[in-house]
Nanobody, 113 residues
Framework: QVQLVESGGGLVRAGGSLRLSCAAS????????MRWYRQPPGKQLEFVAQ???????IYADSVKGRFTISRDNPKNMMYLQMESLRPEDTGVYYC???????WGQGTQVTVDA
């Protein structure tokens, strides 16, 4: 099983940047399809981005061109670089191991207009 811990959230002004990190433990990380999700206040969980073990990526239309997902398999780390942040990007961001069916505890991102 993969255990996940997110970090890097915070308060930022619109137009600013943040980099989220997801630290994974366990032996499945390198072979796992990994995703970022977010939950805006009062709304349902929504998909943000994913990266396959081989590095293929998919993004939600709402973040395409602004967010970049990456991973460092030897370090068991995944990242989400977020640029040109908007107030609608506010929410709790979660990393998810699809193969390991694991979720982190989430990290809060707040974008102030």
């Amino acid at each position: 099983q993969v255990q996940l811990v997110e970090s890097g959230g915070g308060l930022v002004r619109a137009g600013g940047s943040l980099r989220l990190s997801c630290a994974a433990s366990g032996s499945l990380f390198a072979s796992s399809l990994m995703r970022w999700y977010r939950q805006p206040p009062g709304k349902q969980l929504e998909f943000v981005a994913q990266m396959s073990p081989g590095g293929n990526t998919i993004y939600a239309d709402s973040v395409k061109g602004r967010f970049t997902i990456s991973r460092d398999n030897p370090k068991n780390m995944m990242y989400l670089q977020m640029e040109s942040l908007r107030p609608e990007d506010t929410g709790v961001y979660y990393c998810h191991s699809v193969s390991g069916d694991s979720w982190g505890q989430g990290t809060q991102v707040t974008v102030d207009a």
